[in-house]
């Protein structure tokens, strides 16, 4: 208990940089997937192959290397720079939008074919077929997998630490120059990502998946 | 590589300097009793030594002829040679900083030599034999850059170190105005000085001469030291009949320190005493 104590002020920016990575990144890659996942599904073709080839490309790179490239290889680019907060927030967005995109992606395909053929009969254009009629239902069926991905990405932060950005992964590193015992630190870290995972993703998930039951 | 030094230490870059094959005389018949560290390493007849390999200089290993060099492999190399232990059988072990203590107190390595600070709090969970050098906390800078002369003029500049280093804190604390960067190694920040993305690269002005020395035409360190920091032989704790050995060691050993500094740090010219051992 002493480690926290002690270095509150550590563990206080470092777990707030680490929620500001989580809900900016986690809010943009919600946005970003459900767009992808419409272009996916959208009827031109020339958007299916552009959300195709994001998803594809981006799948499933190893996160590290995304963010070296914003971290290290953006900066070499002679654009205007970002911060690496903001370097970081933009690396695990794009990345974690693709398994958004997949798992809305999937809902869609649950949803009958039925419902949206009824809509465009009553007039609707794609877009609003999409908003109105598929992705409400699609939403649905796809909370848990949406869950899974959102924790990664909480846990996904922490890559952050080695591309300059103070969050719960550097912790570790400044506990140990200030020579504190490394095993009790790592504990007290890994204990708050469980708590934080258990005590509110968990019940949050079980929430909305209640909410948003549908009798089949 | 420079090769234009007197003809003391031999000017080489490698182990050519002192005869090849035995730099050091491999003590025999080592009297020492009651380290448990000890008796391991007589008993296997190696010796594990954790050590840096990205620090130029101090610790560093040539990726193309996996030649290890610097002023901590020879004082580590020297003290192998006091416990009776040859070059050949020494096992470097590259350790990151965070994983030192976790490495010495598992018995990953039997001794740590890389530029390892001696700290109060590290006391608790290792020992230390020395210092066996001082420096302290030191600016690299592009060449070009003339507006960063000292740490006074760090305001508004993004200045780069190794993730949660105790150069890294003292910025933080010490001088909000300047922006602090981390990576997790130091060459990452070099490499982000070099192509401008920061403005200067703070760690020990040791680490940081051995960075400048490799690349004089674009680096060059600013400034005098603005902390202290010692380097101790990082040792398992409560291991204190090696600890005392260790320090005997650097203690009589004047003259064969004088050499190894002048054909490491020491090539560039600048000549700096033995600190004195601090037998605690």
Known sequence: MNIITDNSELFLTG??????????SGFFALILGTIVAGMRVSPAPAMRAAGTFYVNAVRNTPLTLILAFFALGYPRLGLPSVSFMNA????????????VCEAIRSGINTVSVGQSEAARAIGLPFMKTLSLVVLPQAFRSVVPPLFSVFIALLKNTTVAAGFSVLEAGAIRAYLSERGEPMLPGLLWVALIFVVVVLGIMTPLQRYLEKKWRVAR | MTGCGGDTAGGGSSDGGNGGDAPFEVAKDVALTGSPTFDKIKSSGAIRIGVKEDQPGLGYLDAATGERSGFDIEIATWMAAKLGVAKDKIEFKAIPSANRETALANGDVDLYVGTYSITDKRKKLVDFAGPYFITGQGLLVQKSNETIKSEKDLAGKKVCSATGSTPIQNIRENFPKATP??????????????????DAVTTDQAILLGFASQDPDNLKVVGEPFTVEKYGIGLPKGDTALRTFLNETLTDGNATWTKIYDSTLGKSGTKVEQPKVDQY
């Open chain 2, 181 to 198: 960067v981390e990576f997790d190694i130091y060459s990452k920040c070099v490499d982000a000085l070099k192509s401008g993305s920061v």
């Open chain 1, 15 to 24: 777990f707030k940089n680490t929620g500001i990575l989580f809900i900016i």
């Open chain 1, 88 to 99: 970081a927030i933009v690396g695990l967005s794009l990345y974690t939008a693709t398994y």
